[in-house]
């Protein structure tokens, strides 16, 4: 079945540094990937996401790398801000539209001004 | 922008009793879902819901959860007989025919005592 875990759950960064999250999945079939940000007392925030197709998809200061080979995907913050303190999920989905998705447990960023 | 909203933010029960927490999704959405996350721990797929039916569910949703569809914009889980186990965060997400983006709410957390 598919699980998906987190290298480190928890992750303290300088202002102004870049982030780097990791994520692995278990599952070879997983097509898709999110990364979703959760700030207390909200539900998840989408980020950013990639397909299998690609190995590299850039947002506004985000970045998301995936490496099928290894079945990992990270998450780049360029230039992290305090805003940026969350918890981070990595999510794995696969087939058409109706998205099952499985979940990592999550990371906590947090951000020293 | 479009929000998922949900309620009650909390509610506390007796183990036993019946439980109905209340989703409203984003309007022109057509595929929805209940996720759960315990206190600490991933957040974990329910079921998902279209065209006024339960298209897929994990082992969690067992015969005492149900979700319903009773109007146009309401969508709604409802616990039979709540046991301790049950307290958790539990999130609606809503997304588009086509899309892969989930857009969660906000959460009800329930506490069973």
């Known amino acids: 079945g598919e699980s998906v875990g987190l290298h480190l759950p928890t992750l303290s960064v300088q202002e102004g540094d870049n982030s780097i999250i990791n994520c692995a999945y278990s599952n070879s079939a997983s097509d898709y990937f999110i990364w979703y940000k959760q700030e207390s007392g909200k539900g998840p925030q989408f980020i950013i996401d990639i397909r299998s197709n690609m190995d590299k998809r850039q947002g506004q200061r985000v970045t998301v790398l995936l490496n099928k080979t290894v079945k990992h995907l990270s998450l780049q913050i360029a230039a992290t801000q305090p805003g940026d303190s969350a918890v981070y999920f990595c999510?794995?989905?696969?087939?058409?539209?109706?998205?099952?998705?499985?979940f990592g447990k999550g990371t906590l960023l947090t951000v020293n001004p | 922008e479009p929000e998922v909203t949900q309620t009650p933010s909390h509610q506390v029960t007796q183990m036993g009793q019946e439980v109905i927490l209340r989703c409203v999704p984003i309007s022109n959405h057509l595929y929805f879902y209940w996720y759960r996350q315990i206190l600490g721990q991933k957040v974990e797929f329910l079921v998902s819901?279209?065209?006024?039916?339960?298209?897929?569910k994990s082992e969690i949703f067992d015969d005492q959860f149900s979700v319903e569809r009773p109007d146009g914009s309401n969508f709604t889980l409802k616990i039979r007989s709540t046991k301790l186990e049950d307290s958790a965060m539990y999130f609606c997400?809503?997304?588009?025919?086509?899309?892969?983006?989930?857009?969660f709410g906000a959460g009800s957390r329930l506490t069973v005592l």
């Open positions: 999510a794995a989905g696969s087939g058409g539209s109706n998205y099952k998705l499985t």
């Open positions: 819901f279209y065209n006024n039916e339960i298209s897929e």
């Open positions: 997400a809503s997304g588009v025919m086509g899309a892969n983006v989930l857009t």
